[in-house]
């Protein structure tokens, strides 16, 4: 395995990097001195559009999308470093190149699965950051962590499909450019296999019946910059069966599909969101001082810092070996690692947040800081695309499988 960069990703990397510094960074403040100000904190502030046009004419767009076509073209081995990069301001550079979740994995879900005029009415737009969607699968009512538990209906009546369930923790769903969701639930409810009862479904947002009811907040925090996590009513909904993705009982099969590049994703992200926080421990570290000394001269603080570096870089080199394999041997091959990177990176990424909060001492816990929002995105990233249980039990149910 060689993972030097290549000459398009050092030039992407470089490129990337100045943005950060020329034009996220600064912008991070300003969007939320904007977002007080709006008639709505979930519209999106005005210097967001000024990042994305920004960031289209450097040609930083699109990046997650290996189709030369419609995306940049990059491999997940190249695409890795760009992540982590954009991973440092999780709350707007992903958004301001066009690579946030969760348009990134409906955006490959039309890709993969969609007609012809599904890709021109919604994938589209979406490449084109004129629109945002949401996927509606998560519901209070059931352990969705099975996704086999799904309990929304979406039944076949003549031309259309009539959808009734109720979804919550829908991101994005709150912002008003959000324009589509893709709903899944269940059209064939008393299937014998239960891998093909679900299905998934293009629903436009202001189709009737459809009910935003509100925003679910995350340890407090509404997530404006995602465009919120909201609940939704779906009450005799009715689209057209052209509206199916793919063919009906493949909605199980397309969210595994689904969730394969989105799960490395967020773990390049993460390691994004570590190195911000060595970086902001180390500034601190060294500005303050306790006890008689800087704090950079305490060893508890040293064990800390050092303790995620190499962390870190334990990590990066297991998601990078991951993206590889992806790259090789296909998202089925990659399947241990993929689990395992979801397992390891929240986890780990998690304790070095907290260490860095613990350093800032109450500056860690309020707004003046990232910290404490980035550790709450941290923290949520060990339940989305499954918990970590989940993916222990099938990592271990392959371990053990070799051996019976």
């Not at 100000?37 to 930083?60: C, F, I, M, N, Y």
């Not at 009910?211 to 340890?219: G, L, N, P, S, T």
């Not at 969101?273 to 800087?294: D, N, Q, S, W, Y």
């Not at 860095?356 to 309020?366: I, M």
Request: with cysteine; hydrophobic share 45%.
């Amino acid at each position: 395995m060689d993972f030097a960069f290549d000459a398009r990703t050092e030039e992407l990397r470089s490129k990337l990097l100045a943005f950060m510094d020329e034009h996220v960074y600064p912008a991070e403040q300003v969007a939320e001195e904007q977002r007080a100000r709006l008639a709505s904190p979930w519209d999106t502030p005005a210097v967001v559009g000024e990042l994305k046009a920004e960031a289209k004419r450097q040609g930083l767009w699109n990046l997650f999308l290996p189709d030369a076509e419609y995306g940049a073209g990059l491999t997940n081995l190249q695409y890795a470093p760009l992540a982590e990069i954009t991973g440092r301001s999780p709350h707007l550079a992903p958004t301001a190149t066009n690579c946030a979740a969760p348009d990134t994995g409906n955006m490959e879900v039309l890709f993969q699965f969609a007609t012809e005029a599904q890709k021109k009415q919604w994938l589209e737009p979406l490449l084109a950051g004129e629109i945002r969607s949401a996927f509606a699968m998560t519901e209070p009512d059931v352990a969705s962590s099975d996704a086999t538990n799904i309990e929304t209906r979406m039944i076949r009546d003549g031309d259309d499909y009539v959808i009734n369930g109720r979804k919550w923790y829908i991101s994005g769903a709150m912002n008003p450019e959000c324009a589509v969701f893709i709903v899944m639930g269940k059209t064939d409810p008393d299937g014998a296999d239960i891998r093909r009862q679900q299905s998934m479904i293009l629903v436009p947002r202001d189709t009737p019946g459809v009910e935003v009811r509100r925003a679910m907040r995350v340890y407090g925090y509404e997530d404006h910059s995602h465009g919120g996590h909201a609940e939704v009513v779906f009450h005799d909904v009715r689209v057209p069966a052209a509206n199916l993705i793919g063919e009906e009982g493949g909605g199980f099969a397309i969210a595994q599909a689904r969730l394969g590049p989105g799960r490395i994703h967020h773990c390049m992200r993460l390691i994004g969101m570590a190195e911000r926080a060595i970086e902001l421990m180390c500034r601190r570290a060294v500005a303050r001082t306790a006890f008689g000394k800087p704090l950079a001269a305490q060893g508890v603080v040293q064990n800390w810092i050092a303790d995620a570096r190499v962390t870190v870089e334990q990590l990066r080199l297991l998601v990078l070996k991951t993206a590889w394999l992806m790259d090789t041997v296909g998202n089925k091959g990659a399947h241990t690692e993929i689990q395992a990177i979801k397992i390891a990176t929240p986890r780990a990424v998690v304790d070095i947040l907290d260490s860095a909060v613990q350093l800032y001492g109450a500056g860690g816990v309020s707004q003046d800081f990232p910290l404490a929002e980035l550790w709450a995105s941290a923290r949520t990233l060990r339940l989305a695309d499954g918990p970590d249980e989940v993916h222990q039990r099938s990592l271990a149910r392959r371990e053990i499988k070799r051996y019976v």
